[in-house]
C-alpha cells in the first residue's frame, strides 16, 4: 500500500458557505413565489404569448420600426463615441502608474466605480426627468454607461503598462503631461481600440431597451405594442435588432483582427 | 524614423473618418443641438439638487427597503436558475469532453439564448406568469443558462487532458473521467463565475421593475414619474449601496475560491 499524504478536511467556507447558499437560495425562491404547480397552470397561458410570437408581421414592422431602429444605431454609435473618449483621459487620473497623486486617483478611481453601479436603464430614466423625454436622454444614459465600462477597462490596463517609456520621457525632460501623452498614451492605444468596438457592441445592445422609459430607439415601438400585447408585431422587431447586432458584431471582429 | 506602413496608415485614417462620420451622422439624425448639450449640465443639477436632501422618513424606508430586498431575491433565484441548468448543459458544449456535431449544436442553442436580453425575455413571460418577481426570476434564470453555459463550456475546454487519460488508463468509465477528472479542475473557476454573474444579474434585477417584473425599478419610476425625487434619491442611494455591498462580499469570495486556502503539509 502506497502512503498517501493526508487528503485536507475541507475549510471551514465550504462546511458554512455551502449550507448558507443553499438556505439562501431555498428563501430566495420562496420569497420571488415560486411554486411549481402554479407554473404548470400558467403555462396554459402561454398560447396568448406563443402564437402572435411565432406568427410575425414583417410588413409592418419594416414599415413602422425601421425609423427608430435607425434612432437606436445612431444613440450607440454618438454615445460609444463620446463615452470612450471622456473616459481617455479620466483613465489616466484613475490609474496609480500615470497618477502619484493618492487623492486624485482615489477621487477619480471611486467616481469610476459610482458611476458603474447605476444600472444603465436607471440613468436613462434620471436623464428622460432632466432633459426630457427623447433621444438625448438615451444618448446621456449611455454615455455613462460607456464612460463606466471604458474608464475600468483602460485605467487597468494602464495600471499594467510598461513604465520604463515613462521614466525615458522624463529623464530627457519631458513634463508629467508630456510624458504620458507621448509614452503611455501608445502602449494602450490597441486597447483602446478594441475596446472601444466592444463598447460600441454592448451600446447597440443597450440602446434597445431605452425606449422602455422613453429614452429613445426602438425600445419605444416595442413598449407601445407590448402594452397592447402585440406579439406578432414585436417578435419581427426582435429579429430585426439580432440580425443589426450579429451584423454589426462580425464587422467589429473584422475590424478588431485587423487592428491588433 | 521609419514611417509607418502605408496599408496601416490608410486603415487608420479610415477609422478615424468613419467614427468621425458616423458621430456626425448620429448627432444630426437625433437632432442634438449644442443648445441642448449647453443646458444639459444645469438641468442634471437641478435634479440631483432635488433629491437631496434624501427622504429617510420611516414611511418611504418600509416601502422601499423590501423593494431593494426583493431585487437581491430574483437576482440570486436567478442566477441557482442558470447554474443549475447551465452546468450539465456547458459539458455538452465543451468539445473536448462531447463529440463535435453535439458540442456544436448546443453551442448555437447558447448563443441563441444569449442574444435575448432580460428585459425582453421578462416582458415575453409577462403574459404567462404575471407580474411580479417570478418573471424577473425567470427572465434572468433563462439569460443567466446561455451566459454561464458558454463561460463554463470554455473553462472545460481549457482544462489540462493529463488527468483524463490517468482515469481513462486506469479503467474509469467516461462518467468517472467526467466527475473525478473535470469538475475537480473545472469547480473553482465555474463558481467564481456564478458570483460573478450574480453581481451582473443584480444589476439587471434591479432594471426588471420598469417592466413590472419585481424589484426596486418599478420604485425609482414610479417616484420618478411623481416628481418626488427625494424619494428617488433614497431608491437610488439604497440601490447603489446594495449593488457595492454584494460587489465587495462577492468579489472577496471569489478572490479567495481562486486562490484557494493555504495548505501545511
Keep these: 500500500m502506497i502512503n498517501l499524504p493526508k487528503k485536507p478536511p ?104 459610482l458611476v458603474r453601479t447605476i444600472p444603465d436603464l436607471f440613468w436613462a430614466m434620471m436623464f428622460t426627468v432632466a432633459v426630457g423625454l427623447g433621444p438625448f436622454a438615451g444618448v446621456l444614459a449611455l454615455v455613462m454607461f460607456s464612460l463606466a465600462i471604458m474608464g475600468k477597462l483602460l485605467s487597468e ?25 507621448t509614452s503611455a498614451l501608445p502602449q494602450v492605444l490597441p486597447n483602446f481600440t478594441a475596446y472601444f468596438l466592444y463598447i460600441f457592441e454592448l451600446c447597440i445592445r443597450a440602446s434597445v431597451i431605452l425606449g422602455l422609459v422613453g429614452a429613445g430607439g426602438v425600445g419605444r415601438i416595442i413598449e407601445t405594442q407590448r402594452i397592447f400585447l402585440r406579439f406578432d408585431r414585436i417578435s419581427p422587431i426582435i429579429v430585426l435588432i439580432l440580425l443589426v447586432v450579429i451584423l454589426i458584431e462580425q464587422f467589429s471582429v473584422w475590424l478588431r483582427r485587423r487592428i491588433l | 524614423m521609419p514611417k509607418q506602413p502605408v496599408q496601416q496608415r490608410i486603415l487608420k485614417y479610415a ?26 449640465p444645469e438641468q442634471i443639477a437641478i435634479l440631483v439638487g432635488a433629491m437631496f436632501p434624501l427622504d429617510l422618513s420611516s414611511e418611504a424606508i418600509e416601502r422601499i427597503l423590501p423593494k431593494v430586498a426583493e431585487s437581491l431575491f430574483i437576482a440570486w433565484a436567478g442566477t441557482v436558475i442558470g447554474a443549475v441548468f447551465s452546468f450539465p448543459v456547458s459539458f455538452l458544449a465543451a468539445n473536448n469532453v462531447a463529440a463535435n456535431y453535439i458540442s456544436e449544436t448546443t453551442k448555437q442553442i447558447l448563443n441563441g439564448i444569449r442574444a435575448f436580453p432580460e428585459l425582453i425575455l421578462a416582458f415575453v413571460f409577462l403574459p404567462i406568469t404575471g407580474l411580479g418577481a417570478l418573471t424577473g426570476t425567470l427572465a434572468i434564470g433563462i439569460h443567466s443558462i446561455g451566459t454561464l453555459g458558454k463561460l463554463s463550456s470554455e473553462v472545460i475546454e481549457g482544462i489540462d487532458e493529463g488527468p483524463l487519460e490517468a482515469i481513462k488508463s486506469s479503467g474509469g468509465s467516461k462518467i468517472n473521467e467526467l466527475l473525478f477528472g473535470v469538475v475537480p479542475q473545472v469547480m473553482p ?45 433614497t431608491v437610488l442611494v439604497a440601490t447603489v449601496v446594495l449593488v457595492l455591498t454584494v460587489d465587495t462580499i462577492s468579489a472577496a469570495i471569489r478572490r479567495r475560491i481562486i486562490k484557494g486556502r493555504s495548505i501545511k503539509v
Excluded at chain 1, 15 to 26: E, K, R
Design chain 2, 15 to 40: 477609422i478615424t473618418a468613419l467614427i468621425v462620420i458616423g458621430s456626425i451622422w448620429s448627432a444630426s439624425g437625433l437632432e442634438i443641438t449644442l443648445e441642448k448639450i449647453l443646458k444639459a
Design chain 2, 189 to 233: 473557476t465555474i463558481t467564481s463565475y456564478w458570483l460573478y454573474r450574480f453581481e451582473i444579474n443584480l444589476r439587471a434585477s434591479a432594471v426588471l421593475g420598469v417592466v413590472g417584473a419585481g424589484g426596486v425599478g418599478a420604485e425609482l419610476i414610479n417616484q420618478l414619474r411623481f416628481r418626488d425625487f427625494p424619494r428617488a434619491g
Design chain 1, 10 to 113: 475541507p475549510s471551514l467556507m465550504v462546511f458554512a458557505g455551502i449550507p448558507t447558499a443553499v438556505l439562501f437560495s431555498y428563501y430566495c425562491f420562496f420569497k420571488v413565489g415560486f411554486n411549481l404547480t402554479d407554473f404548470k397552470e400558467n403555462l396554459e397561458n402561454r398560447y396568448l404569448v406563443t402564437d402572435p410570437l411565432f406568427n410575425p408581421k414583417w410588413s409592418w414592422a419594416i414599415e413602422n420600426a425601421s425609423e427608430a431602429l435607425v434612432e437606436t444605431i445612431q444613440i450607440a454609435i454618438l454615445a460609444s463615441v463620446v463615452g470612450c473618449f471622456v473616459a481617455l483621459p479620466l483613465s489616466f487620473y484613475a490609474s496609480q502608474t500615470t497618477n502619484q497623486n493618492k487623492i486624485s486617483y482615489f477621487l477619480y478611481k471611486s467616481f469610476l466605480n
Design chain 1, 157 to 181: 490596463t494602464i495600471d499594467s503598462i510598461d513604465p520604463g517609456p515613462l521614466e525615458a520621457a522624463k529623464s530627457s525632460g519631458a513634463s508629467h503631461n508630456q510624458s504620458v501623452f
